[in-house]
């Protein structure tokens, strides 16, 4: 399987624009190109039933994030502060960015 080149990048905030947490925005926590999901800090929450063992010794229920659908989430732009496609601008010195299709600003600091 082929890794695909996604546009949210971990520490990106997004907004999710589908499902039950549709509205909510969060930091994304880890992003995940072989299967198009990402995790988002605090959002799509799950219970996870967990075994007393060395970091748990407790065990009991514990509550975590869950993946999401890239495609359930949208980039929020820095400078306009509003959910937005990117696109990709090659700079002069070689290097590529991400930049905001609404107020044409670069997304990446």
């Keep these: 399987m082929s890794i695909v080149k996604l546009h949210i990048k971990k520490n990106d905030m997004v907004k999710i624009i ?10 994304v926590l880890s992003v995940f190109p ?7 800090e605090g959002l799509n929450m799950i219970k ?4 007393p063992n060395q970091l748990y010794p407790e065990g009991g229920i514990l509550e975590k994030e869950a ?6 989430v949208m980039l929020i732009c820095g400078s306009c502060n509003q959910p ?6 090659l700079l ?3 290097s590529k960015t991400r ?7 670069s997304v990446d600091k």
Excluded: F, M, W
């Excluded at 993946?67 to 359930?72: A, G, H, K, R, V």
């Excluded at 937005?84 to 601008?89: D, V």
């Excluded at 930049?99 to 600003?105: A, G, R």
């Design 99 to 105: 930049y905001c299709k609404k107020c044409n600003e």
């Design 34 to 40: 072989g299967k198009s999901r990402v995790v988002v």
């Design 92 to 94: 002069e010195d070689g």
């Design 48 to 51: 996870r039933h967990t075994r």
């Design 18 to 27: 589908a499902g039950k947490e549709q509205g909510k925005t969060g930091k």
């Design 67 to 72: 993946p999401l659908s890239i495609s359930n």
């Design 84 to 89: 937005a496609r990117t696109g990709i601008r």
